[in-house]
């Protein structure tokens, strides 16, 4: 399993994430210095790092304002900042998931995969979990059909 992340290069505005922190102030946690904001993308099946990379590289990232990190099992490293991820709940239909297994295969990559689509938010300031799990639930995801975990 490949977890792919997109992050804004150095000098390219995080766009989604202001606007989160500012809906997080408006909530009235003032505590949240800043927000940063990156689509998850998790891919499973047969594909090697080679292949994780070209569809970072060639399908989920935009050359010029992107960059992505790539992980093997979902295992990075520690952050400065708190982490809440988002992802659809086991049978919710992702259609997003169901567009890149499409264009995967056009790259010519015609492994079996599966993908699952998210969100991470990475928050800076001294947060308290009780306050994460808050903003978490009352912003960032739709508790019906999508999951958070707090890292």
Same mark, same amino acid.
């Given at each position: 399993m490949?977890?792919i992340?997109?992050?804004?290069? !150095?000098g ?7 606007? *989160?922190?500012?809906e997080?102030?408006? %909530? ?5 210095? =800043?927000v ?5 993308y998790?891919?499973?099946g047969q594909?090697?790092a $080679?292949? $994780?990379?070209?569809?970072a590289?060639?399908?989920? @990232?935009? =050359?010029i304002?992107? =960059?992505?990190?790539?992980? &093997?099992d979902? /295992? @990075?490293?520690k952050? &400065? $900042? @708190?982490v809440?991820?988002?992802?659809? &709940?086991?049978? /919710?239909?992702?259609? /997003?998931?169901?567009? /890149?297994i499409? $264009?995967v =295969?056009?790259?010519?990559?015609n492994?079996d995969?599966s *993908? ?9 300031? &001294?947060? @308290?979990?009780? *306050?994460l799990?808050?903003?978490? !639930?009352k %912003?960032? !995801?739709n508790?019906?059909?999508q999951?958070?975990k707090?890292?």
């Amino acid at each position: 399993m490949y977890e792919i992340e997109i992050l804004s290069k !150095a000098g390219f505005e995080n766009v989604r994430g202001e606007h *989160v922190h500012a809906e997080i102030l408006q %909530l009235g946690f003032k505590d949240v210095n =800043k927000v940063e904001y990156s689509p998850l993308y998790k891919i499973e099946g047969q594909i090697d790092a $080679a292949q $994780a990379k070209t569809i970072a590289l060639e399908l989920l @990232s935009d =050359k010029i304002t992107e =960059k992505h990190r790539l992980t &093997k099992d979902g /295992v @990075s490293k520690k952050e &400065k $900042a @708190s982490v809440i991820e988002v992802w659809f &709940k086991k049978g /919710v239909t992702d259609t /997003v998931s169901e567009s /890149v297994i499409k $264009a995967v =295969k056009d790259l010519g990559i015609n492994n079996d995969i599966s *993908v699952k689509t998210g969100h991470k938010y990475y928050l800076y300031g &001294k947060i @308290s979990n009780t *306050v994460l799990d808050k903003i978490a !639930a009352k %912003l960032l !995801a739709n508790t019906l059909i999508q999951e958070y975990k707090i890292k």
